[in-house]
């Protein structure tokens, strides 16, 4: 089934296809869930809170569950929605369309390019001396080459880069494992379980540390809603993405908690250091430096999936804004390959802006560092806004909330709940002065943001496509009872 769009460009415009299987789906869902954070920025985490960062991440994992969970229940109430902009636009108005799906364009231009300065950190480490800025320019030109196809294209390039991701993490824990339980020496010392409690206790920095492990934890977990953006070019949605959803606690899990008791169980957390990947430290450690080095290109490879999504992601998104006319029309136009090349130009030229990033910052470290923490924050607002729509549908819809198949745990209290955590994240990034400075700058996208809605939410012709917008909606909801009493008819005989 294709997803119908209102188009200002004409009365039968090309549509996104639904070519995403749920091989796919759920391999984009991991991949999006293990980001370059984990591998790139867990050696600060850890340095700062020590083995809590344990809790750190099992609690933004869980917290993001229900965020996820509120989502899938939203977008499977009506078909028609291509992403969560279209319901936030939908149940609080098209100021809420507006500004989430910009916003969520600028996260993931933002984190495409600490992805772009990771890569550019990395080949240095694999090609020592190599101009910063050739990676860059290699790395973007290979992934709009791949996203300009079919969007099969960008589902099977991400399913082989997480695929690689999973199996380096499977790789680390079984290593790990085997050196525990061998007892391997090193001039870390013995390899236990014990080093997670003998180097100070599980909370070695105090409350203070425990909450300084949020701040870089929660750019780990961006892109986690990416199976989101997929629901327009994903083939039978109601089927898919729960199963996609669902499994994300197993992968914070595995991949997060389990990836780091390993990691602090080989290594005492005091030898972890901001700047330098745990995962390459433990196979070195483990004398396998063939593995370290693959490990490199492994972390590589994370990095440039993760571009991949972010590539994809706002491409698609501005394709939905230009539907809505909330951009340039010619962002709406797809190629006979049903793909959006105008927007995939854009968000490449934009991405080739780290370049500049990485020369007028004095460390790569740094400029990674304030860059997601802008990255986090617009962030932790998309995912607002989709407890927000999640509030407005129960109070507006309370039919649709009674006949979903896929209800959030917990319902409403379960948001006020997140709702808070969010705000101890935002807490939280004022106790450094380094991510203090990027959260202070960050309000400057909203209020351009204000500035811009100001000059054309108004316009006769938004009104016009908004109300087009919603009575398309309106159609898919007959549809879709129709679908659903047909189905209950036939299942009745």
């Excluded at 991440?57 to 009506?78: D, H, K, P, Q, T």
């Excluded at 100070?200 to 105090?206: A, I, K, M, S, V």
């Excluded at 602090?264 to 396998?288: E, K, R």
């Excluded at 549809?479 to 189905?487: F, Q």
């Amino acid at each position: 089934m294709t997803t119908r769009h209102t188009a200002p460009l004409s009365d039968e415009p090309p549509q996104l296809e639904r070519q995403l299987s749920n091989r796919h789906i759920q391999l984009i869902a991991i991949g999006g869930a293990i980001g370059t954070g984990l591998f790139m920025g867990s050696g600060k985490t850890i340095s700062a809170a020590g083995p809590s960062v344990i809790f750190v991440y099992m609690i933004i994992g869980f917290m993001l569950f229900f965020v996820m969970r509120a989502m899938g229940e939203l977008l499977l109430s009506n078909l028609h929605y291509k992403s969560f902009s279209d319901f936030a636009a939908d149940l609080l108005g098209p100021w809420a369309g507006f500004f989430t799906g910009w916003t969520y364009w600028f996260c993931w231009v933002i984190t495409g390019i600490a992805d772009v300065i990771a890569i550019a950190a990395y080949s240095d480490v694999l090609l020592p001396g190599i101009p910063l800025w050739i990676p860059g320019v290699v790395t973007v030109g290979i992934l709009l080459i791949l996203n300009l196809t079919t969007v099969r294209a960008f589902g099977e390039t991400e399913f082989w880069f997480a695929l690689i991701k999973i199996i380096a993490i499977v790789a680390l824990i079984g290593v790990g494992l085997f050196m525990i339980f061998s007892r391997f020496q090193s001039d870390s010392g013995t390899a236990s379980f014990t080093n997670l409690w003998s180097h100070g206790g599980f909370f070695p920095n105090e409350f203070m540390g425990f909450v300084a492990g949020f701040q870089i934890a929660v750019f780990a977990f961006v892109g986690i809603e990416l199976v989101g953006t997929t629901a327009a070019e994903a083939k039978d949605p109601e089927k898919n993405l729960p199963k996609a959803i669902n499994s994300i606690p197993i992968r914070v899990l595995l991949f997060y908690v389990g990836a780091l008791i390993i990691l602090m169980a080989v290594i005492p957390w005091t030898q972890f250091s901001a700047g330098s990947s745990p995962f390459i430290a433990m196979f070195s450690l483990a004398g396998l430096g063939a593995a370290a080095t693959i490990i490199n290109l492994v972390v590589l490879t994370s990095a440039m999936s993760s571009a991949n999504s972010g590539i994809y992601s706002t491409s698609r998104m501005v394709y939905g804004l230009a539907m809505e006319g909330d951009a340039p029309a010619r962002f709406a136009k797809l190629s006979s390959r049903k793909v959006p090349n105008n927007a995939l130009f854009l968000s490449c030229v934009l991405l080739l802006s780290s370049i500049v990033l990485l020369y007028v910052g004095e460390d790569i470290s740094k400029a990674f560092e304030m860059v997601t923490t802008v990255a986090a924050v617009c962030f932790v607002f998309v995912w607002s806004i989709i407890l927000a729509s999640y509030l407005a549908f129960r109070r507006r819809r309370p039919e649709l909330h009674e006949a979903s198949k896929f209800k959030m745990p917990g319902g409403i209290p379960m948001v006020y709940v997140v709702f808070a955590f969010f705000a101890f994240v935002l807490w939280a990034l004022t106790t450094q002065v380094d991510t203090l400075i990027a959260l202070l700058v960050t309000p400057i996208w909203f209020i351009a943001l204000a500035v811009v809605w100001y000059f054309i939410g108004k316009t006769p012709g938004h009104l016009a496509r908004y109300r087009k917008f919603k009575a398309d909606l309106a159609t898919e909801a007959e549809a879709s009872t129709a679908r659903s009493l047909a189905h209950d008819e036939e299942a009745g005989r």
